[in-house]
């Protein structure tokens, strides 16, 4: 080598230097472009493998927020059903409440009724006034299912006059 060296000039030294420097240069651009090559083949393998896997990501999302959404309703429709069952209770109570007070209110109208009907059989007529509130407390008792006793005391009041005796 040093016989080689020996041999050449400064500037065929120069030359060959400047060429071995071109050379390397090129082998190590061209290094670097089939590794950009390769690598631009894998990053679109990778990208696929990506998506592939976001959409397995997704699906198990969705998959997970049915089940939370499905324990969630189910949850919802327990309870729903449990105060559905508690409203159910009160109601009945209520009704049975009303019930008893339409009835108590019946025979509250029948026993005013029916005292009324004595008092003014022996006064012997009956205002407008009260014969018109007698009226009202009737329908009120027909209208709570009263029976025909009180319809047969009303007929006979009707009957009265409306102005005192002379």
């Known amino acids: 080598m040093i016989e080689l060296l020996s041999a050449l000039t400064v500037e065929q ?3 060959y230097l400047t060429l071995i420097a071109i050379a390397f240069k090129a082998c190590v ?10 690598q631009k083949k894998f990053d679109k393998d990778h990208g696929k493998l990506n998506k592939e896997e976001l959409l397995e ?28 069952d508690i409203i159910d209770k009160r109601i009945s109570g209520i009704e049975a409440q009303l019930i008893r007070l339409t009835e108590s ?18 006064q012997g007529w009956v205002d407008d006034f009260t014969m018109d509130t007698l009226e009202k407390r009737y ?12 319809g047969g005391l009303m007929s006979e009041l009707r009957k009265l006059p409306h102005f005192p005796p002379e």
């Not at 651009?29 to 390769?38: G, H, I, S």
């Not at 329908?139 to 009180?150: L, M, P």
């Open 13 to 15: 030294l120069l030359i």
């Open 57 to 84: 990501q997704h699906y198990e999302n969705c998959k997970n927020q049915y089940v939370e959404s499905s324990e969630k309703y189910n949850n919802l429709e327990e309870k729903i059903d449990a105060l559905t």
């Open 29 to 38: 651009d061209f290094f670097f472009w089939c590794k950009n090559l390769y």
């Open 105 to 122: 209110d019946m025979h509250s109208a029948k026993g005013w009724i029916v005292e009324k009907h004595h008092s003014l059989m022996k």
């Open 139 to 150: 329908a009120d008792y027909i209208a709570e299912n009263g029976n025909s006793y009180v």
